[in-house]
C-alpha cells in the first residue's frame, strides 16, 4: 500500500495555534510600545513646560501666564513664550489631558497620559507619577 503525502488535519492544526499565538504575542508587545512611546511624548512637553516655567519666573517675574485659565490648558496665545501652543498641541495628539493652575508665585500642571494614569509638575520641584487622579485638581496649585 502506498502511503499518502501530505499534512494530517491534526498537524495543521497545531500550526495555526502556534501562529495565533506568536501574532498574538507581537500584537500586544507593539501595542506596550505604542503606550510608552505617546506616554514618553507627553513626558517630555511636561518637562519644556517646567522649563519654560522655570524661565517664566525670572522674566516677567510670575507665573500668572503660564495656564490660560484656572483648571484649563497651558495658555497657547502667550506672546512671550509662544512654544506654550506646540507643547499642549503635542500633548493633545499623544492622548493626553492638561489641567493648569498659576498664580503670582505658584503653578500645577497635571497631565493625564495615554495609559490613563497622571503626572504632574509644580514650583516646588514636584515632578512624578501620581497615578490615578489628578493632583492639580483645586487652585491650591500643588502637586501634593
Known amino acids: 500500500m502506498q502511503k ?12 495555526c495555534v502556534v501562529l495565533a499565538i506568536l501574532i498574538t504575542t507581537v ?6 510600545v505604542l503606550v510608552r512611546s505617546k506616554n514618553t ?3 517630555t512637553a511636561v518637562e519644556q513646560v517646567r522649563k519654560i516655567a522655570g524661565r517664566m519666573y525670572i522674566n ?10 484656572q483648571g484649563g490648558h497651558l495658555k497657547e496665545d502667550n506672546a512671550d513664550f ?22 503670582l508665585n505658584s503653578y500645577c500642571v497635571s497631565t493625564k ?7 504632574c509638575i509644580d514650583d516646588e520641584g514636584y515632578f512624578e507619577n501620581t497615578s490615578t487622579t489628578s493632583k492639580c485638581a483645586n487652585p491650591d496649585t500643588t502637586c501634593h
Open 4 to 15: 499518502e503525502k501530505g499534512f494530517t488535519l491534526i498537524e495543521l492544526m497545531i500550526v
Open 41 to 43: 511624548r507627553i513626558l
Open 60 to 69: 516677567p517675574g510670575s507665573y500668572e501666564n503660564l495656564c490660560s485659565s
Open 113 to 119: 497620559l495615554f495609559d490613563n494614569s497622571y503626572f
Open 82 to 103: 509662544p512654544e506654550l501652543k506646540s507643547l499642549q498641541v503635542d500633548i493633545n495628539n499623544n492622548g493626553g489631558a492638561t489641567a493648569c493652575y498659576s498664580a
Open 27 to 32: 500584537v500586544l508587545a507593539q501595542k506596550s
